[in-house]
Nanobody
Framework: QVQLVESGGGSVQAGGSLRLSCVVS????????MHWFRQVPGIEREGVAA????????DYPDSVKGRFFISQDAAKNTLYLQMNNLKPEDSATYYC????????????????????????WGQGTQVTVSS
């Protein structure tokens, strides 16, 4: 079975921090590129971080650069997203994903009809940032 399971979401005050986790199993463990995306109603799913599982290089969009950090624990098959200095506009459902090809760069947006074309997705974890 292919599974990606996110956890760690919750509610936090603006300026706070949160760490999301994604345990991956099955065929996705062999994917080179791993990502974190977020989505709010009516908006395309937005890429916020990408990592190359082989060489560890990362990529972020300007909206989160310097605040969000993606990392992995290969031994535990776990992907992390450390989110610092959270802002209300960061509120969204956050998803981990395995997909894309090298170089592992962030994808600005993916329409709902293109999700399966991109790769595999977790169920999402909610993040709410209050002001």
């Amino acid at each position: 079975q292919v599974q990606l399971v996110e956890s760690g979401g919750g509610s936090v005050q603006a300026g706070g921090s949160l760490r999301l986790s994604c345990v991956v199993s099955g065929y996705t463990t062999r994917s080179t590129c791993m990502h974190w995306f977020r989505q709010v109603p009516g908006i395309e799913r937005e890429g916020v971080a990408a990592i190359d599982r082989d060489d560890g290089t990362t990529d972020y969009p300007d909206s989160v650069k310097g605040r969000f950090f993606i990392s992995q624990d290969a031994a535990k098959n776990t992907l992390y997203l450390q989110m610092n200095n959270l802002k209300p506009e960061d509120s969204a459902t956050y998803y981990c994903a395995a997909g894309g090809v090298r170089p592992c760069t962030v994808v600005a947006g993916i329409h709902s009809t293109r999700l399966d074309d991109f790769g595999f997705w977790g169920q999402g974890t909610q993040v709410t940032v209050s002001s």
